[in-house]
């Protein structure tokens, strides 16, 4: 390998006093496309098409000390890989709220805790109640990529200009908040989506046929509303987590968390079949956690297996105080219910010994049995930083690290099959990491069947990218 030029400037120190405003997490304020980007390695050529990362980027922020990592206007940055080269593109999502934002050249509303003191913001006659940052994660179906907020409608995103076309609610059929991790079922294309709300119904859920139409929706019952992150779906049941992160109304409106973890509440599995309702939903206790993110699930004749990152507990990245004195009760770790849904016989327990979030798979095996999982492993010394990414196979139980060396860490990794792929590992592991020690960002690609060998390229990026959130794929 040749020498590593430094390429990026020095951290623009946009706001101070916030762990979450501050070095790599600090917001980046120009967009850029940059062609032909200097790589280091080779970039294979059967890999084509855009590895895309989503985060939260302020651009105005009512209380610096109050801002939440959850509250900031979504970014998109970009690598498109074509020809064995890479060009490299950063955008906002230009949601409405950034637009009446701008126009008014200040913030407008409060975000996550600068609510809990401040009351609601009152935003010009005009602009929405509530902001749609379109800041969490992807997902690409039937041709179209969206950018998704939980509590909010997906926006449209064009490729690979990452511009945004706009929301949606599916000809007006979309009647509640859009998860940002539906599910799409690659045998069928249908995807599958849900959202929750503190009001009843606490859940709804929705399926998206395979031309893009909304064709089902139901409510689920739950007894309160719960901060509801991710799902699961097999090819025959769609899965809800009635796990313990609880709403509290009245908390909220003495001015305390409206959020909080509530073990007393327990921990339920849902299992409902694809195009069920909600009398159809058969629920299972299990043992008291917290899911922020699932892996898959698939179906072994009577059993569900259901792999998710589960901790014991969260103070939802510290949201919440927990009466814990372990560190590591609000790291997840991989982990698997087996469900007997005739019988409701269940085993459950973690897969490994290590601490990870982010958990992808091949998504091209959804719904179906899967070997490998992914996820990124958390670095113990700081609040959510990642040291490596780790590669779990279910069948030897052996998990391979890929470590990016000292002072360089990662954030969410995807899997990107290779053009003609044969096999579930046939593919890429791609990642942003940020080298702390030069500040330098660079798009790390790593092949899934050598995965804790060398990578087969790094690609400098000429500008900071900072830590975020989802990262997606698109192939072309
Ligand atoms: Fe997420």
């Not at 600068?114 to 969490?136: W, Y």
């Not at 959202?195 to 019952?221: C, D, M, Q, R, W």
């Not at 492993?377 to 779990?392: G, P």
């Amino acid at each position: 390998m040749t020498t590593q030029q430094k390429m990026n400037p020095e951290p623009e120190v946009v706001f101070e006093g916030n762990y979450f405003l501050e070095g790599n997490y600090g917001p980046v304020q120009e967009e850029h496309v940059d062609t032909d980007l200097q790589v280091l390695g080779q970039i294979p050529a059967d890999l084509k098409g855009n590895y895309l990362r989503i985060g939260p980027n302020p651009v105005y922020v009512s209380n610096v000390e109050k801002y939440h990592w959850f509250d900031g206007d979504g970014m998109v940055h970009a690598v498109q890989f074509e020809d064995g080269k890479a060009t490299y593109r950063n955008r906002f999502v230009d949601t409405e709220g950034l637009k009446w934002e701008r126009k008014e050249d200040r913030w407008l509303w409060r975000g996550m805790n600068g609510m809990m003191d401040g009351g609601a913001a009152s935003p010009p006659e005009g602009a929405p109640a509530g902001k749609n940052p379109g800041n969490t994660a992807f997902v690409s179906h039937n041709g179209t990529l969206y950018a998704l907020h939980e509590g909010s409608d997906p926006h449209i995103l064009s490729l690979p200009d990452l511009g945004t076309v706009g929301t949606t609610n599916f000809d007006g059929k979309l009647t509640h908040a859009f998860t940002a991790h539906p599910k799409v079922d690659p045998s069928t294309g249908e995807m599958m989506t849900f959202g929750y709300s503190p009001f009843p119904p606490f859940v709804t859920y929705s399926v998206i046929n395979k031309e893009g139409a909304l064709v089902h929706s139901t409510p689920i019952t739950i007894p309160k509303g719960v901060m509801m992150h991710d799902f699961a779906c097999s090819r025959n049941y769609s899965i809800f987590l009635d796990f313990p992160l609880t709403f509290d109304i009245e908390a909220a409106m003495e001015g305390k968390s409206p959020l909080g973890f509530e073990p007393e509440h327990g921990s339920r599995i849902g299992i409902m079949p694809r195009h069920g309702s909600d009398e159809d939903v058969k629920w299972f206790t299990v043992d008291v956690g917290v899911v922020i993110h699932t892996a898959n699930a698939w179906e072994e004749g009577d059993i569900l297996v259901v792999q998710a990152c589960r901790s014991k507990a969260s103070d939802i990245i510290g949201a919440v105080e927990i009466d814990t004195d372990d560190p590591t009760d609000v790291l997840g770790q991989m982990y698997e219910w087996r469900i007997n849904v005739k019988t409701g016989e269940i085993t459950e327990g973690p897969l490994h010994e290590y601490y990870s979030d982010f958990s992808r798979i091949n998504e091209n095996y959804a719904g179906a049995k899967t070997r490998y999982t992914y996820s990124s492993e958390f670095d113990q010394t700081r609040a959510i930083t990642f040291k490596s990414v780790m590669k779990f196979d279910r069948e030897t139980g052996e998990t391979q690290h890929h470590n990016f060396g000292e002072g360089r860490y990662v954030g969410e990794a995807v899997f990107a099959p290779k053009v003609g792929s044969t096999d579930e590992d046939d593919g890429y592991v791609i990642c942003f990491i940020q080298d702390e020690n030069v500040n330098q960002s660079e798009c790390i690609i790593i092949d899934a069947k050598n995965f804790d060998g060398d990578p087969v390229a790094r690609v400098l990026i000429p500008h900071r990218v900072p830590y975020g959130f989802h990262s997606g794929w698109v192939g072309a």
